[in-house]
């Protein structure tokens, strides 16, 4: 037997609508477009999230529908590298808070799945004011286990376009990946904040230390946090 389609952009009305009436959860990624080095895709943020809210949702004890990704983000701090798109504030936490609403209104709960570093202050915000839930995939507890062991290089941080994200997109979207620049701003541990300018080079750890290995087991470990939050509210 086929596997069900969760992607919700995919189904019709009369699908959609049933299985969000049978207590299907939903799931929003939000990324960014913005620059990621010399090496990494400028959709790599959304591509993740996305790739995380598909796995969790073949790993659940319940129905997943997940949207399409946002792929415009908060990133102002990335405009002077070029290849970035950012939207102000406010845009952005109205373009989350409408989106969420939306679909709310017919798909119950609704869990926004966030793959930015500069999305998270905003998102929590809408979240304490009452806005959807609120995830930032790499910051589950599953996760972060994972993260030490998967990046010693970079001190198990998610850093920019450095050990992991580079790790990652080598698991999901090896054809995608660039040779790294020499150049990148070392991480700091404990300190995922540490160069909140993106220094000289943009890139926030060693993407030169990437693998393929170490991007699938963290993927895995992504999904299957995200996935025990959503078996958690199922069975609220």
Known sequence: MAEREVRLAHLSRKETLERAAAGAV?????????QHGDHLPIGTDAFLAEAVCLDAARRV???????PPLWTGFSPHHLRFGATVTLAGETFVALVRETAASL???????????GHGGNRGLLEALALEGGPRVVTYWELPEATACAEEAFPD????????GQAETSMMLALHRALVGEPAGGFEPCVPG?????PDLGESGVIGDAKAASEGAGVRFLEAAASGLAAYVN???NR
């Not at 970079?154 to 376009?161: E, K, P, T």
């Open 232 to 234: 958690r509210l199922c």
């Open 191 to 195: 300190d995922s904040l540490a160069v």
């Open 61 to 67: 004890s319940c129905d997943i529908l997940v949207a």
């Open 26 to 34: 939903g799931l929003l990624p939000v990324g960014s477009l913005e």
């Open 154 to 161: 970079d001190h198990g941080s998610i850093g920019h376009a």
């Open 104 to 114: 709310s209104r017919w798909l119950d709960p609704v869990v926004v799945v966030n």
